[in-house]
C-alpha cells in the first residue's frame, strides 16, 4: 500500500495544509490537512472535499484515480467550510453528482452556497446505500461536533469515516498511525479534543458508543493522521477525554502586572510540586489559549490568578477564562488569587467565572494587597495545599 | 408531563429528570421553565423545541 491508500479502491484525495498556524483562533503550531476519501466502485463515491482554496487540488487528487465525469456521489458529513468549502467548485466540475448528507446539513449547507441546481439526496442514521460491492451506512452524530455532524462506515472494510471525531490538526507526509510519532500524534488528538469537542460531552459518548459498537478497523478522520494501528489507543484516550477525566495534576494560571500575582503563583506552584504532585505554571499572557485549554482539559485542580487592573481582572486572564468556560470543563476544582491596590475587583471577577463554570471552588479568592508579604506568602502555601488535595482525591 | 426534543441537536429535556445542572429541579415541566432556559448541548432557546 502506499501513503494514500486507505483501503483497497479507498484513497485519500485531500489537502496537506503545511502553513496554516491559526484555525478559527486555534494555533495549529503543526499545520493540518483536510482528509477527503474517494471510493471507487460501481458508485464512485468522494467522502467530504476540502477548503475552499484547495478545490483544485481536491481535483487533481481525483483525477488520478477517475475522471472527473465518472464521479457519482460526494458525501458530505459535515458543513463546516473547511470540509464543505470546495464543494461548489466541485459540484460545478462534477454536474452529474449527487450529493448525500442529512436534513440538518442540507440546511446548512443552503446557508453556505447556492445549492439550488445541486442534486441532493438526504439520509438519516441507519440508512444504507450500496456503491457496488460496498455500502455506505450512516450515522448521525448530532453536536460532535456540530447539529448536522455525521459519520459514515464503510462496513466491507471495516472503515469509518468519522469526520472531526479522532481528527488532529497535523501537517504530515505520512497519512498513518503508523508512519508518524504515537506520542505526537496523541498529543496533537488531544489539543484537537480540548479545543473543539470539550463541551459536548454527552453527544461525543453518545457518538463513542456508536463507534464502539461497529467495531471499526481503520477509523480516517477529516483532518490528521488516519488511524489504522492505534485504533484502540485512541478510542481509549476518547474514553478519558470525554468525561474530562483528571490526572493528578494541578494547572495554576497567572497573568502579573508588578509581579506580585507572579510571585503568589509561584508559591502555589512550589507548593504543590514540593508535594509531589504534577504541577503545570502557565503565564496566561505567554501562553496561546489553545494550549491553555488543552492543559486544563486533565487538570484535577486549577487555580486562576489575576492582579486588579482597572477594578476588575487583567483583559487577556479574561479572554482565556470566555474561551475556557464555552468549552466547559467539567469536574474541576480550584480557585481565584491574585493582587489588588486599592480597589478590589480582579480575583473576584476571576471568581466569578469560576463558578459559572461550576468549579468545586475550594476557596475564597486569595488575594494580597500591592505586594506579597510573608503572611500573604504563608496564605498562598496554604491555599496551595488545597490543590494538592484536590488533586489527591484522583485515584 | 412530555418530554421536548431540540429540533437542532436532538437533545431530549425529559421533565422527570429536570436539567440539574443548570438549576432546573426534577419535576418541571417544560412549559415551566424559565423563558432564558436553553438547550444544555446546544445552546438555542426554547422555540426551538418540539414536543416528543
Known amino acids: 500500500m502506499n501513503e494514500t491508500q486507505v483501503a483497497d479502491r479507498v484513497n485519500w484525495v485531500g489537502y496537506v495544509d503545511w502553513s496554516i498556524r491559526d484555525f478559527h483562533g486555534y494555533e495549529t503550531t503543526r499545520g493540518s490537512s483536510y482528509n477527503a476519501y474517494l471510493i471507487q466502485d460501481e458508485k464512485n463515491t468522494l467522502i467530504d472535499t476540502v477548503k475552499g482554496p484547495y478545490a483544485d487540488d481536491l481535483l487533481r487528487n481525483i483525477q488520478r484515480h477517475i475522471t472527473l465525469d465518472k464521479l457519482d456521489y460526494i458525501v458530505c458529513n459535515h458543513a463546516e467550510p473547511d470540509h464543505s468549502g470546495a464543494l461548489p467548485v466541485v459540484m460545478a466540475s462534477c454536474p452529474q453528482v449527487e450529493l448525500i448528507c442529512d436534513a440538518k446539513c442540507k440546511a446548512t449547507l443552503e446557508r453556505y452556497y447556492d445549492i439550488r441546481h445541486w442534486k441532493i439526496r438526504v439520509v438519516k442514521s441507519g440508512d444504507s446505500i450500496s456503491i457496488g460491492a460496498y455500502s455506505l451506512q450512516f450515522l448521525e452524530t448530532p453536536m460532535a461536533h456540530w447539529p448536522e455532524s455525521m459519520a459514515t462506515y464503510l462496513p466491507e472494510c471495516k472503515l469509518l469515516f468519522s469526520m472531526d471525531a479522532f481528527g488532529q490538526h497535523y501537517a504530515t507526509s505520512g497519512r ?145 477564562l470566555t474561551y475556557l468556560m464555552g468549552l466547559k470543563p467539567s469536574g474541576k476544582s480550584g480557585f481565584a488569587f491574585g493582587s489588588y491596590g486599592w480597589g478590589k475587583g480582579g480575583p473576584e471577577a476571576v471568581n466569578e467565572y469560576l463558578e459559572k463554570m461550576k468549579f468545586n471552588i475550594l476557596r475564597e479568592p486569595l488575594k494580597c494587597q500591592y505586594a506579597p508579604d510573608e503572611q500573604a506568602l504563608a496564605a498562598c502555601r496554604e491555599a496551595g495545599g488545597l490543590l494538592v488535595k484536590a488533586a489527591e482525591l484522583v485515584g | 408531563m412530555k418530554k421536548y426534543v431540540c429540533n437542532v441537536c436532538g437533545y431530549v429535556y425529559d421533565p422527570s429528570a429536570g436539567d440539574p445542572d443548570n438549576g432546573i429541579a426534577p419535576g418541571t415541566a417544560f412549559e415551566d421553565l424559565p423563558d432564558d432556559w436553553t438547550c444544555p448541548e446546544c445552546g438555542v432557546g426554547k422555540d426551538e423545541f418540539t414536543a416528543e
Open chain 1, 176 to 320: 498513518f498511525d503508523d508512519s508518524v510519532p504515537l506520542a505526537v500524534v496523541l498529543e496533537e488528538a488531544k489539543i484537537y479534543y480540548a479545543n473543539i469537542l470539550m463541551c459536548y460531552e454527552r453527544p461525543v459518548n453518545n457518538a463513542l458508543d456508536a463507534v464502539k459498537s461497529l467495531a471499526p478497523e481503520i477509523l480516517a478522520p477529516s483532518h490528521g493522521i488516519i488511524w489504522r494501528t492505534q485504533v484502540d489507543k485512541i478510542l481509549s484516550a476518547y474514553a478519558d477525554w470525554s468525561v474530562c477525566k483528571a490526572d493528578r495534576k494541578v494547572v495554576i494560571l497567572y497573568d502579573t502586572m508588578w509581579q506580585s500575582t507572579a510571585k503568589m503563583a509561584h508559591t502555589l506552584y512550589e507548593t504543590v510540586v514540593d508535594s509531589g504532585v504534577q504541577c503545570k505554571l502557565i503565564s496566561i499572557r505567554a501562553t496561546h489559549i489553545t494550549d491553555i485549554v488543552t492543559e486544563c482539559l486533565d487538570a484535577a485542580a486549577i487555580a486562576v490568578g489575576s492582579p486588579t487592573l482597572n477594578q476588575t481582572l487583567m483583559p487577556q486572564v479574561a479572554a482565556a
